[in-house]
C-alpha cells in the first residue's frame, strides 16, 4: 500500500513541476511582448480588438498572451504594481480552472484580475467571491483603475444595496461580491415575479478566493430566504425544564464524540412521565422526541462563549473555523428555539421558507469554476471529489524561511498555560510581535486576562469585537504587538512587518519575524497551516508553533489521554512518536468528516435536483419563452412558489425524523428519497388544478389589482439567513446500538409490565 502511495505521489509530483514547466515558459512569453514603449491610447486599442476577437468567437486560449501582457502593463502604469512570473503563472493556471495553493502574502489579489480580465472580454460577465463585504469593496476599488483603463467596466456588491444598484453592480464586466450575498440574490430572483426584479444575469465564469472555507468549510451551509416571521409560543421553556430534570448517566448518554446525546432506558421514563405523552416513541410524539432532543442538545452540547454568545438580547452563533459571530446564521428551528429557553430570551421563530440553496449547489451553477487559497493541498481530494477541482501549488516569489517548531505537548492544560505565558512574556519582552490564535472567545478572554496578570498588554480579537478586525489584524505585526484572535483573524488583510514602516519592520525581521502561537491543533491540519501561515509572507522571517495539553477536547475525544501513561508533569513531553500520533488523528478526523460530507450531500442533492427541474420550468414563464397572458404567467409562477415552499416545509420534516427508520432496518437516505420523490411527483398536478381553479376567479382578468385581491403577490417582506446546520449532521449518529436496544425494549416489554401507564 506504502509502494503504490508513493508511485501515485511521484506520479501527481511529476505531472505537477510539467504544469508549472508550462506555465513558467508562458510567463517568459508574456514578459517578451514588452508593452513599456506603447502610449497609453494604443494600449486601450489593444483591449478593443481583444474584445472585439473575443465576441466573434475567438478562443481565449488563444488571446491569453496578449491579454496578461496587456495587464501587465497597465497594472504597472496605474497602481505601480508588476506582477511577478509566480503570478501571472496562477493566473494561467486560474484560466485553466484549477485551483490554486498561492503562500499568504503572495498576491492574490492581483493574480486573478489576469483571468478576470480575459474571462470578462466575451462580455458575459465574470464574479469574484471575496470571503467578506469589506474584501468585495476594497478589491473592486485597488483593482478597479486596471479594469477601466482596459474599457471594462467593475464593480462590487454589498449587502443593503437597492434593487437597482444590485442589477447594476451584476451587469459590470467585472463583479467582485461574497459568496452569501450572491447566493441569497440567486435565492431573491428565484421567487421574483416579474423578470425586472432580478438582479443576476446568466452565470458565466468565476474565481472563488479563500477557496479553502467557501468550497469546503461552509459548503453545506443553507442560504434561506424566508417570510416575515410570525409569532412563536413557549414550548422550548417546557422543553428545556424536562431537560434540565433529567440527569447524566441515570437518564441520558452521549456518543462516542460528545457530539450527541440520547435518553436511555430511565431518561425515556422519566422524560414520558414529566411530559404525560404515553410512549414517547410512538409515532405520532417523534414531535416531542425531536423537541425535547433538541432542549438536551441546547443545554448539555452547546457552549456560552463557545458555540454561541448573547448580545443585545439576541443569541450570536459563533463560526467553529473563524471565531467570528455568524452574522445572520441561525440553528434549525427547533434547536434555536431551544437554545433561546435555555437562555431565557425571546423564542425564534424562522417563518415559512420559500427557497434555500446550498453554497456547494449555488457555485455549481457556474459553467467556469475556480479559486486560490493558501491552505489547498491538505484537502486537494475533497475538492477533486466535490467539484472536479485539480490543485495546483504555485512556488512562492521569495522561499518561505518560516520556522515551524514541532508542537509542543503537555500533560494537563494547566501546565499548558503556564508554559505559554512565560513563552509570551519572554518573547514579547524583546519586542517581537506575536499573534495567538485560540480555540473560543471564552479562551480568548481568560488567556488575555492572565498576560495582563503577568504584565503582557495585548489586543483581542474575537466573536464580542469584529467590527475592529481588520484594523486589529493589519496591526499584528508592529513592534511588541500582542494579538489573541479566535482561530482565523482577518482573512485577506495582511499582517506586515513593523505595520508597513520600513524601519520598524527591519527592527521586527531582525528579532524573528511575526510569532505565531496556537493554543491548540484543528480537527484539520489546513486550519493549522492557515493560522501558520499569518507568518512568513513574501519571504519575511517568522516562526510558529502549538502548544498541545492531552486533556485538549481533541486529546480526551480519541482516548489519547489514556494511552499515554506520562506522568502529571509541568515540562513538556519529549516524544516524537506522541506526535506522530496527533498528525494521524488529524488525518483520520478529516477523512472521517470527508465520509460524513458525502454522506449528507445525498440528502440536499436529491432535493436541489428538483429544485433544479421546476426553477427551468419558473425562469421559462417569466422570461416568456412559454406562451401564456400575464394573468396565466401571474398564476402558474405564485402556485410553482406556493407548492415549492410547501415541498421544502415537508422535507424538513422529513430529514428531522428520517434517522427513526434505522429502528426497522432500512436505509434513511433511499427512505428519504422515496418519500420526497413521491412527494414532489405530486406538486405538477397540485399547481395544474389550483392554476385552473385561479383563472377561473379571474375569469381571464389581467388587472394587476384583481390579482393583489387574490393574494397572487410575493410576501409583502422577505429575510434572508443562513442555517447552521452542524446539528442536522451531528444527528447521523444519534441512534446507537443502546438507543436502538432501548427503543426495542421498552416496545416489547411495555403492554408486559404495563408501561403504559406512564
Request: with cysteine.
Amino acid at each position: 500500500m506504502n509502494i503504490a502511495v508513493k508511485l501515485i505521489r511521484e506520479f501527481k509530483d511529476r505531472d505537477t513541476r510539467h504544469k508549472l514547466k508550462v506555465y513558467r515558459d508562458m510567463a517568459d512569453l508574456i514578459r517578451k511582448r514588452n508593452l513599456e514603449a506603447w502610449d497609453d491610447q494604443r494600449l486601450q486599442a489593444e483591449s478593443l480588438r481583444l474584445k472585439k476577437e473575443a465576441k466573434l468567437g475567438t478562443p481565449l486560449d488563444e488571446l491569453l498572451v496578449d491579454a496578461y501582457a496587456l495587464v501587465c502593463e497597465v497594472a504597472k502604469r496605474t497602481l505601480g504594481l508588476q506582477p511577478y512570473d509566480v503570478q501571472i503563472m496562477a493566473a494561467i493556471a486560474l484560466h485553466e480552472r484549477f485551483l490554486i495553493e498561492q503562500h499568504t502574502g503572495e498576491g492574490k489579489t492581483l493574480s486573478a484580475v489576469m483571468p478576470a480580465y480575459l474571462n470578462a472580454l466575451t462580455g458575459e460577465g465574470v464574479h469574484v467571491l471575496t470571503f467578506n463585504d469589506y474584501l468585495a469593496n476594497r478589491d473592486a476599488e485597488w483593482m478597479g483603475p486596471i479594469y477601466r483603463f482596459l474599457k471594462l467596466t467593475v464593480n462590487s456588491v454589498q449587502a443593503g444595496m437597492s434593487l437597482s444598484e444590485k442589477r447594476e453592480a451584476y451587469a459590470a464586466d467585472i463583479t467582485y461580491v461574497t459568496a452569501k450575498e450572491a447566493g441569497f440574490d440567486y435565492l431573491r430572483d428565484t421567487i421574483a415575479l416579474n423578470e425586472a426584479d432580478t438582479v443576476h444575469r446568466p452565470f458565466h465564469y468565476v474565481i472563488v478566493d479563500e477557496a479553502d472555507s467557501l468550497l469546503l468549510d461552509e459548503a453545506r451551509v443553507p442560504l434561506v430566504i424566508a417570510g416575515e416571521p410570525g409569532s412563536s409560543g413557549n414550548d422550548g421553556i417546557h422543553f428545556a425544564e424536562v431537560a434540565r430534570q433529567l440527569g447524566k448517566d441515570e437518564d441520558y448518554d452521549f456518543d462516542e464524540f460528545k457530539r450527541n446525546v440520547y435518553l436511555n432506558e430511565e431518561g425515556s421514563a422519566k422524560a414520558e412521565s414529566l411530559l404525560g405523552c404515553g410512549n414517547l416513541y410512538d409515532s405520532h410524539n417523534s414531535h416531542l422526541l425531536m423537541s425535547l432532543n433538541c432542549a438536551l442538545h441546547a443545554e448539555l452540547l452547546l457552549k456560552k462563549d463557545v458555540d454561541y454568545i448573547v448580545r443585545d438580547e439576541k443569541i450570536e452563533l459563533i463560526d467553529e473555523y473563524t471565531g467570528r459571530v455568524a452574522e445572520n446564521k441561525h440553528l434549525p428551528d427547533r434547536l434555536q428555539a431551544a437554545l433561546a429557553a435555555k437562555e431565557e430570551l425571546q423564542p425564534f421563530a424562522g417563518g415559512v421558507i420559500l427557497g434555500t440553496i446550498t453554497l456547494q449547489h449555488f457555485l455549481s451553477l457556474y459553467p467556469k469554476i475556480c479559486g486560490m487559497t493558501a491552505t489547498a493541498q491538505a484537502s486537494a481530494i475533497e475538492f477533486e471529489d466535490i467539484y472536479a477541482l485539480q490543485v495546483v501549488q504555485i512556488p512562492p516569489n521569495r522561499p518561505n524561511i518560516r520556522i515551524d517548531h514541532p508542537n509542543r505537548i503537555y500533560t494537563h492544560k494547566e501546565a499548558k498555560l503556564k508554559a505559554l505565558v512565560q513563552e509570551v512574556s519572554s518573547v514579547h519582552a524583546t519586542g517581537r510581535p506575536i499573534l495567538i490564535g485560540t480555540s473560543s472567545v471564552e479562551e480568548s478572554d481568560m488567556l488575555a486576562k492572565t498576560l495582563a496578570v503577568a504584565g503582557v498588554t495585548c489586543h483581542v480579537l474575537n466573536a464580542k469585537n469584529d467590527a475592529k478586525e481588520a484594523e486589529l489584524i493589519a496591526k499584528a505585526g508592529e513592534i511588541g504587538a500582542v494579538t489573541v484572535s479566535t482561530n482565523m483573524a482577518g482573512r485577506g488583510v495582511d499582517i506586515r512587518l513593523g505595520g508597513g514602516n520600513p524601519t520598524h519592520a527591519e527592527v521586527v525581521s531582525k528579532l524573528g519575524g511575526l510569532y505565531v502561537i496556537g493554543t491548540h491543533v484543528h480537527e484539520s491540519v489546513r486550519i493549522d497551516d492557515q493560522l501558520r501561515g499569518r507568518s512568513g509572507r513574501q519571504g519575511d522571517p517568522g516562526a510558529s508553533v502549538f502548544f498541545v495539553s492531552l486533556e485538549d477536547e481533541l486529546m480526551l475525544r480519541f482516548g489519547i489521554n489514556k494511552a499515554i501513561r506520562a506522568p502529571r508533569q509541568d515540562e513538556a513531553l519529549e516524544e516524537p512518536l506522541l506526535r506522530s500520533k496527533f498528525e494521524h488523528i488529524q488525518r483520520v478526523i478529516m477523512g472521517q468528516n470527508f465520509d460524513i460530507h458525502k454522506e449528507l450531500n445525498c440528502y440536499s442533492d436529491m432535493v436541489e435536483e428538483q429544485r433544479r427541474m421546476l426553477y427551468e420550468e419558473r425562469l421559462g414563464i417569466l422570461k416568456g419563452e412559454t406562451p401564456m397572458s400575464p394573468s396565466e404567467q401571474r398564476v402558474r409562477l405564485y402556485y410553482i412558489d406556493k407548492f415549492w415552499a410547501d415541498h421544502l416545509a415537508y422535507v424538513s420534516y422529513i430529514r428531522e425524523g428520517i434517522h427513526l427508520t434505522s429502528l426497522v432496518n432500512r436505509n434513511p437516505i433511499d427512505e428519504f428519497h422515496a418519500q420526497i420523490i413521491q412527494a414532489y411527483e405530486q406538486i405538477p398536478a397540485k399547481i395544474n388544478r389550483e392554476s385552473a381553479n385561479m383563472l377561473v376567479k379571474l375569469g381571464g382578468s389581467n388587472d394587476p389589482a384583481m390579482w393583489e385581491k387574490f393574494g397572487l403577490k410575493n410576501p409583502t417582506s422577505t429575510r434572508t439567513y443562513i442555517i447552521n446546520d452542524q446539528y442536522s449532521q451531528n444527528k447521523r449518529s444519534s441512534w446507537t446500538t443502546v438507543t436502538v436496544s432501548a427503543f426495542w425494549i421498552r416496545k416489547i416489554l411495555r403492554p408486559i409490565f404495563g408501561w403504559s401507564k406512564f
